[in-house]
């Protein structure tokens, strides 16, 4: 009996350590997955403000940038 009480305790112990390393391996791929998002996104912004600014310089006259690029 002592036998069977073991190796169940074993089982349950080894299945223990099993969801444990699932569990952080969900949490690492959920924090990786978060990052490479916020990167996109922030990416996805860059270029929106860049696009922007091009579109307003590309609207000012060209003397402006001739002064401007003197002072």
Do not use: C, Y
């Not at 390393?21 to 860049?50: C, D, P, W, Y």
Request: hydrophobic content about 40%.
């Amino acid at each position: 009996m002592r036998n069977v009480e073991r190796l169940s305790s074993l089982k349950t112990e080894l299945l223990d350590i099993f969801m444990s390393m699932q569990v952080a391996e969900h949490e690492q791929r959920s924090r990786t997955a978060a990052q490479r998002n916020l990167r996109a996104r922030r990416g996805i912004e860059l270029h929106k403000e860049f696009k922007q600014l091009s579109q307003h310089l590309a609207a000012l006259p060209s003397d402006e940038w001739v002064e401007d690029e003197m002072h």
